[in-house]
């Protein structure tokens, strides 16, 4: 007889996971997602943004037949960034290894449609618009609802919360089993821009394999991506509590604040996007530390639900889908014994995770004079390295994007660093 496993979130992790488990053939899976269908609603410009996956995300991706070409036809691959600024030639950050670039609603869309591809309903069950408002453990029940319309329970076998940084399967867990779990905003808002990377009139064509960035200060600076075709799609970063976007209401002032403030982006808006930015709502990044990452023998935390961080340095996501191939190794060692699974996981992953939001946090500095012996010590490892590789090693962001380690590995091998950084900073605990 067929476990039922029953997700909570079609988010990177939660379809993941689904593919993992789907492919033992010993399961079948229920996925409830609060949003609506991405394949029926336009979700190309809702609460989306560009994510990097390097080799820790793609490699879970990668054991799925086809699935990582899907996701490489639809995203770009970045060989390095180009930091631009008002005065003085743009800087350019070079990159062995190429970062495969997506957004994440499209990542999700193609994990979704090859997942309803391969399985059958029997198999298969994916519910959109469905919110899961409680958890009761002991009856092993889940319940959820749509809208505003009438709560039902669904039973589980297997419950897994994949449902984000502010998982509802969490907050029940912490208040129903005790989990410890400690919750953090980042003291950064973003918003999400969309531009072309192209202005013909001006004669601008921004390059399509590079990331674009532009420091207005310390507090204030934007991320772009190229998207296939001409799009450019990021977000602005600013401090949360000094938000540089409030006083703006019309779109004349939308487009007078970038192109005072991100000449260069300001000429790649367009009216449409300025009107639209006015509009679109601000992300605040809540970063989540718990202790473990299951319930007994059946409920299990995965993703942001586990272990949300700081985009600083672009891993949610690539260590979401590695929780799921680790997941995925676990179940294949122990026989698929959730017993002794859950615990395994826990143990292996809750170390590599705390690990991940040091490095997320402190990786970058904020302030001026780290960041100029940042960018030395970034370009100086990698010429040291080259030259002396058994003495010099690679700087904190190639450890994480290039080497196979763990990242209580790399937190190790940068403790200097992490803490220099952790000193400087005013939010640090
Ligand atoms: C601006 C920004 C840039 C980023 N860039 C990168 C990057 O470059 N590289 C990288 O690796 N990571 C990046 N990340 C992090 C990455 O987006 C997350 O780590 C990743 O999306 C986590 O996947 P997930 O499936 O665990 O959670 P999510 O993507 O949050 O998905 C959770 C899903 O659960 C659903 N849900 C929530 N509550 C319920 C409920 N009660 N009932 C039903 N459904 C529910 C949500 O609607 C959502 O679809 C970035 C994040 C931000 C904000």
């Known amino acids: 007889m067929l476990q039922k496993v029953v997700i909570i979130g079609a988010g990177p992790a939660g379809l993941l996971l689904a593919h993992y488990l789907l492919r033992r053939r010993k399961y079948c899976v229920e996925l409830y997602e609060r949003r609506s269908d991405p394949r029926v609603v336009d979700a190309s410009q809702d609460r989306t943004f560009p994510i990097s996956l390097q080799e820790r995300g793609r490699k879970a991706i990668r054991a799925l037949a086809g699935l990582e070409e ?11 960034s180009v930091m631009h600024r008002k005065q003085g030639k743009a800087r350019k950050i070079s990159r062995a290894t190429p970062l495969l670039t997506i957004d994440r609603n499209r990542l999700v869309m193609i994990l979704l449609q090859h997942l309803t591809q391969t399985y059958s309903s029997e198999q298969l069950l994916v519910k959109f618009g469905y919110q899961c408002v409680q958890v009761d453990r002991r009856a092993k029940t889940v319940t959820l609802q749509m809208g505003q319309g009438e709560a039902f329970a669904v039973a589980y076998d297997a419950l897994v919360a994949a449902d984000g940084a502010r998982s509802h399967v969490r907050d029940y867990l912490a208040q129903d089993a005790g989990l410890q779990c400690e919750q953090n905003y980042v003291p950064d808002a973003y918003k999400s821009v969309f531009l072309s990377r192209l202005n013909p009139a001006l004669g601008l064509e921004l390059e399509h394999d590079k990331i674009h960035g532009w420091n207005r200060d310390n507090k204030t600076r934007m991320l772009m991506v190229p998207q296939p075709g001409e799009r450019l799609n990021g977000v602005i970063i600013f401090d949360a ?53 299951h319930d007994g023998d059946s409920i299990l935390l995965i993703g942001d639900a586990a272990h949300a961080v700081s985009p600083s340095i672009g891993q949610g996501c690539n260590a979401s889908l590695e929780d799921v191939l680790i997941f995925g190794q676990l179940l294949e060692q122990y026989e698929d014994d959730w017993e002794l699974v859950l615990p395994a996981f826990s143990e292996q992953r809750v170390p590599d995770a705390h690990a991940l939001g040091e490095l997320s946090n402190y990786s970058f500095p904020r302030t001026k004079t780290l960041v100029l012996e940042f960018f030395l010590r970034l370009t100086m490892s990698r010429l040291l390295h080259r030259w002396f590789p058994k003495w010099v090693k690679p700087f904190v ?33």
């Open 70 to 80: 899907a996701i490489a036809q639809a995203g770009v691959f970045c060989n390095g």
């Open 397 to 429: 962001f190639d450890l994480v994007l290039d080497r196979d380690l763990s990242y209580s590995q790399v937190l190790n091998l940068s403790q200097g660093w992490i803490n220099k950084v952790k000193r400087s900073s005013p939010h640090a605990s």
């Open 241 to 293: 509590q000094e938000n540089p976007l409030s006083s703006l209401s019309t779109k004349e002032e939308v487009l007078t604040f970038f192109q005072e403030n991100f000449p260069l982006f300001g000429q790649l808006m367009s009216q449409e996007e300025a009107e639209a930015f006015l509009h679109r709502p601000v992300g605040r990044v809540l970063t989540v530390s718990c202790a473990r990452f």
